[in-house]
């Protein structure tokens, strides 16, 4: 079993940054793949990034290449989402995922989520 807990949300201008964690309870954080999600209000939830366990491969949305950098660090059981060049079109709630194997694009897959944090970005 697997407890995520995402921090880092808030409320920044276009263009700004932010770094979302997703810190991972237990013992065994780096058997599982990791992504992040999002969801707009009146939306379907929509893949942002993952990561592989081992952070060797990672994987983006289209419309994140380029300003996002999803990273990992296993000994502090945590993993990052860097939000460069924010757009308002970003507004919405984020959530980590684990998933125990490789790397995935279809949250349909991932078996334990966070509660999310909630990213606003105004023009």
């Known amino acids: 079993q697997v407890q995520l807990v995402e921090s880092g949300g808030g409320l920044v201008q276009a263009g700004g940054s932010l770094r979302l964690s997703c810190a991972a309870s237990g013992r065994t954080f780096s058997s599982y793949a990791m992504g992040w999600f999002r969801q707009a209000p009146g939306k379907e939830r929509e893949f942002v990034s993952a990561i592989s366990r081992s952070g060797g491969s990672t994987a983006y949305a289209d419309s994140v290449k380029g300003r996002f950098t999803i990273s990992r660090d296993n000994a502090k059981n945590t993993v990052y989402l860097q939000m460069n060049s924010l757009k308002p079109e970003d507004t919405a709630v984020y959530s980590c995922?684990?998933?125990?194997?490789?790397?995935?694009?279809?949250?349909?897959?991932?078996?334990?989520w966070g509660q999310g944090t909630q990213v606003t970005v105004s023009s």
């Open positions: 995922a684990a998933e125990a194997g490789p790397i995935q694009t279809n949250g349909r897959v991932y078996d334990y």
